[in-house]
């Protein structure tokens, strides 16, 4: 006979961190976490960010799983000493926003850049021959300048990922597209600002997004723990890691003691191998 199994409900509030720029390794590993954070059943998910920003497309793939689980968990976004861009599109897929009063956040916008290097390479004397099927095929070349349809063309596409991010943050924050225009111009502005936009919720620390997590999880915030998932590094690397952390923790040791012994008048070059 099988007997039916009903999993104890998780104490714990999930936690992911999502660091530096965002790209499709940050997209695969933070997917990943998602995958476990439902299978195991979380109740509410801390999502600490701290990114300047990213790639367009693996933002928006983080985000579009963020909003599918807000089905099932409560999600509280923490933005660190930095959330912009492609740190606030993330930052969208949670159902509230904790931000620090000096967090830098903003940057809402879509940049593409090309170099011109044609008067360089007519300088020292180099040129291209150009095979292509199409007269757009070798747009953004570094040899030339942009043609008039090429800019049309560009300028089209980052018009329409524009409006999508614009889209996405109104959506996200209850705000009309009109409302978020007049701040999405690409400019940066503080945590402080961004409450003051309707960008974020509150103005707190991780700690304080934590318990505010915790309590709409029917969670004790004095008590629920944050289980944080990272990426399982191969058994190498994890040794040479424990291995560079005792390093620094030697080092740390000798910086103290050649405090005291500096304060003390005596010279540090006798205990120096």
């Not at 979380?42 to 793939?61: C, H, M, N, W």
């Not at 599918?68 to 606030?88: H, P, R, W, Y």
């Not at 996405?168 to 690409?186: I, S, W």
Request: proline share 4%; with cysteine; charged share 25%.
């Amino acid at each position: 006979m099988v007997w039916p199994f009903t999993p104890r409900p998780c104490k714990q509030i999930a936690r992911i961190e999502i660091t530096g720029v965002i790209a499709a390794a940050t997209r695969k590993r933070v997917l990943a976490s998602l995958k476990t954070i439902e299978e195991r059943g979380f109740p509410a998910l801390l999502l600490r960010i701290d990114s300047p920003g990213g790639t367009v497309g693996d933002s928006q793939e983080i985000y579009s799983a963020l909003k599918q689980l807000q089905e099932k968990i409560k999600i509280i976004a923490s933005f660190g000493n930095i959330s912009a861009s492609g740190g606030v599109y993330i930052g969208m897929g949670a159902q509230h926003i904790v931000a620090n009063p000096g967090t830098i956040t903003g940057s809402i916008g879509v940049i593409l850049r090309g170099n011109n290097l044609e008067r360089l390479l007519d300088k020292i004397g180099v040129s291209f021959k150009v095979i292509k099927s199409g007269p757009y095929k070798d747009i953004l070349a570094f040899d030339r300048d942009l043609t008039e349809p090429e800019q049309a063309i560009l300028q089209d596409l980052i018009d329409t990922s524009y409006q999508q991010f614009v889209q996405t943050v109104a959506d996200g924050r209850k705000l009309t597209v009109e409302t978020v225009k007049t701040f999405a111009d690409g400019r940066i502005f503080t945590g402080q600002q961004a409450l003051a936009l309707g960008v974020v919720d509150r103005l707190g620390t991780e700690e304080d997004a934590r318990r505010w997590a915790a309590e709409l999880a029917g969670l004790d915030p004095d008590k629920a723990k944050c289980f944080t998932l990272e990426e399982r590094k191969p058994l190498l690397s994890r040794l040479l890691s424990q291995d560079n952390q005792e390093n620094s923790r030697l080092a740390a040791g000798m910086d103290w003691v050649e405090f005291e012994l500096s304060t003390s008048g005596v010279p540090l070059w006798l205990y120096r191998q």
